[in-house]
C-alpha cells in the first residue's frame, strides 16, 4: 500500500511539473555571428540570428527575435514568458504578440501560417555553416513577416526600402514550404517544434522570442513542495527500519 500512495503521489509531482503556462528566461549571452547590418545596410548594428539562454534553469539554449520594435537588453533577466506552442495557439491565439504576418508577392497570412513560416526560417537560421549576412537575411524576413511596417528607434523602416532579394526569396520560400500540399516531414518537424516566448505584462516591454524544442515549463512552487514530500516519503521505511533495529537491540 505504501508504495501505491508513492507512486501516485509521484506521478502527481510528474503531471504538476509541466502544467505551467510561464517559465523564466535569462539572457546570457550573443552569439557571435549576430551582430550585422541590415540587408541593405539601413539598419545598421542590428543584432541578428541566435541568442544564448538559460530556460526554466536549463543553461545553454538559443532564442531568436521575431519583434522588431521592442527591446530585450542581453545579458538580463531572469525575465518571465508565457509561452505557447502551434498546436496551441488555436486555443489562445491572443497569448501571442502577432496576429498574423505578411509575405511578399501574397500578402497578408493568417497567425498559424505565420508562426509555421517564422518555424522554417529559424531551422534555416540554426543550420550549420551560414554567413553572418545569411543569418542576418533569414532574421529580415522573419522581422518583415511579423512587422512589415516597423521601426526601431531613429532607424529607417524594417522594409529595408523595401526588404531586398535574398531575403525576399528566404520569406517566400519558407511560406512555400508550409504551404505546399503536402509538406515535407522536415516542414512538419519544424513546425512541431517551435516554442514561443511571450514576455508577459509586467516585462511587456520585451522582445517576443522563439526556439525550436526549448523547454515550455517551470515547476510551480507546489510542485517543489510536493517533490520534497515525495523525498520524506521515500524516507519514511529507512527510518521505520532504523527505529526498529534500535529497538530490537534494546
Known amino acids: ?56 534553469g536549463i543553461p545553454s539554449l538559443v532564442l ?14 531572469p525575465i518571465d514568458f508565457s509561452v505557447n506552442t502551434i498546436a496551441s495557439l488555436t486555443a489562445s491565439p491572443s497569448n ?37 549576412q545569411q543569418v542576418t537575411d533569414y532574421q529580415y ?8 511596417s516597423g521601426v526601431d528607434g531613429n532607424n529607417s523602416s524594417i522594409q529595408d526600402n523595401p526588404l531586398d532579394a535574398n531575403a525576399t526569396s528566404d520569406l517566400q520560400s519558407a511560406y512555400a514550404a508550409v504551404t505546399a500540399a503536402p509538406p515535407t516531414a522536415g516542414t512538419v518537424s519544424d513546425e512541431q517544434a ?8 509586467q516585462y511587456s516591454s520585451n522582445q517576443e522570442f522563439i526556439g525550436l524544442n526549448t523547454p515550455t515549463s517551470t515547476p510551480e512552487p507546489s ?3 510536493l ?15 532504523r527505529v526498529s533495529a534500535l529497538r530490537s537491540r534494546s
Open 96 to 132: 501571442v504578440d502577432f496576429t498574423g504576418g505578411t509575405v511578399p508577392g501574397t500578402g497578408t497570412i493568417s497567425q498559424t501560417l505565420a508562426y509555421d513560416t517564422i518555424a522554417v526560417l529559424a531551422s534555416e537560421i540554426e543550420q550549420a555553416g551560414n554567413t553572418v
Open 64 to 77: 531568436i527575435c521575431d519583434d522588431f520594435s521592442d527591446t530585450t537588453q542581453v545579458p538580463s533577466g
Open 1 to 56: 500500500m505504501r508504495q501505491f500512495k508513492l507512486a501516485l503521489l509521484l506521478a502527481s509531482v510528474s503531471s504538476m511539473a509541466f502544467a505551467s503556462s510561464t517559465v523564466f528566461v535569462t539572457f546570457t549571452n550573443l552569439n557571435s555571428d549576430v551582430q550585422g547590418n541590415g540587408t541593405t545596410n539601413s539598419q545598421s548594428n542590428t543584432y541578428n540570428g541566435e541568442t544564448d539562454t538559460s530556460i526554466a
Open 223 to 225: 510542485t517543489w513542495f
Open 194 to 201: 517551435l516554442v514561443i516566448y511571450t514576455p508577459t505584462s
Open 141 to 148: 524576413a522573419i522581422w518583415y513577416l511579423m512587422e512589415p
Open 227 to 241: 517533490m520534497a514530500a515525495a523525498g520524506l516519503l521515500l524516507c519514511v521505511p529507512r527510518l521505520r527500519a
